[in-house]
């Protein structure tokens, strides 16, 4: 009896929406060095990448930022790579708009005792509405509008950091929407 009132309330029932895969987006960059490291010197041309999916949840930072959770990973040079844990963006600021990738647990950088373990960060300034919300985007003009100030650092659990500014920086994404990175809305396409 309950199996057929089970059965019957199921299909009496609308379907669930289908849930939109989450787009992955692969980032390549190159900076000149502007704080070195040892044999790293100011000056030195670096390349890397990163790959992140974004998890769906999303919560309130410092500042009026949005946190973006996320999966994946950075690499700078042949060696040294750490896990993207979040991407970070601001909107509506009246100094400036943010959007950053954080990468963690970093391995592959030790000098004169020092472990540069992280975080490793990739920051893009942009003017105030650069980034009209704070989604992350999915599309190469808008991380190239964000081109008022562009640093990366990976710092070395409170001592130094290696640092340099982001010369040039491609973004694919395998969709070419915006991600709205809010839980409930299971990240659908912008136009």
Do not use: K
């Not at 943010?98 to 963690?104: D, Y």
């Not at 694919?172 to 991600?179: G, H, Q, R, S, Y």
Request: proline share 8%; aromatic share 6%.
């Amino acid at each position: 009896m309950w199996h057929r009132l089970l059965c019957t309330l199921a299909l009496a029932l609308p379907p669930a929406p289908a849930l939109a895969a989450a787009p992955s987006c692969h980032v390549d960059f190159t900076l000149t060095v502007t704080q070195g490291v040892g044999t790293t010197r100011p000056g030195t041309m670096l390349s890397g990448d990163a790959t992140f999916t974004l998890t769906g949840q999303t919560f309130p930072g410092e500042g009026g930022a949005a946190v973006h959770l996320a999966q994946g990973a950075m690499q700078l040079g042949p060696d040294i790579r750490g896990e993207v844990w979040a991407l970070v963006t601001t909107s509506g600021n009246p100094v400036a708009d943010l959007l950053a990738i954080h990468a963690r647990d970093v391995t592959g950088m030790d000098f004169a005792g020092i472990a540069y373990r992280g975080p490793m960060t990739i920051s893009l300034y942009g003017q105030p509405g650069s980034l009209p919300e704070a989604l992350v985007p999915t599309d190469q003009p808008a991380w190239d509008a964000m081109a008022l100030r562009r640093s990366f650092a990976l710092h070395a659990q409170g001592y130094d950091r290696l640092g340099g500014d982001i010369d040039s920086l491609t973004l694919a994404c395998d969709t070419p929407a915006a991600i709205d990175s809010a839980g409930e809305s299971a990240y659908p396409a912008r136009q």
